[in-house]
């Protein structure tokens, strides 16, 4: 499944939310490419969207979820990447 959460990290004046599939990184990527993401757009274990992307995915049957609970269901498939910068939005430091 393809899950969005809510759009409210602020960069360049814009407000950014996070992209992710809960079954596979082929399924985001197919689903990415489908909105005119490119690849290189990859972050890991998502793809940031900004508020109006983020309503074209919805559109497209993404499916709105809380922050936290994207995290716990990206961390249960098993896709979860640690942030590069020792962080999980889920849980604050690691």
Not at 22 to 28: A, H, I, N, P, R
Request: aromatic content about 10%; cysteine-free.
């Amino acid at each position: 499944m393809i899950l969005v959460d809510d759009a409210v990290w602020p960069w360049r004046d814009l407000r950014w939310a996070h992209l992710v599939s809960d079954v596979s990184y082929d399924e985001l990527h197919a689903f990415a490419a489908g909105l005119g993401i490119p690849r290189r757009a990859f972050q890991g274990d998502h793809y940031d969207v900004h508020t109006e992307l983020r309503a074209r995915a919805i559109a497209a049957g993404a499916v709105p979820i809380g922050t936290k609970e994207l995290v716990t269901r990206l961390r249960a498939a098993g896709l979860r990447k640690r942030h590069r910068y020792g962080y999980d939005a889920g849980r604050g430091a690691v």
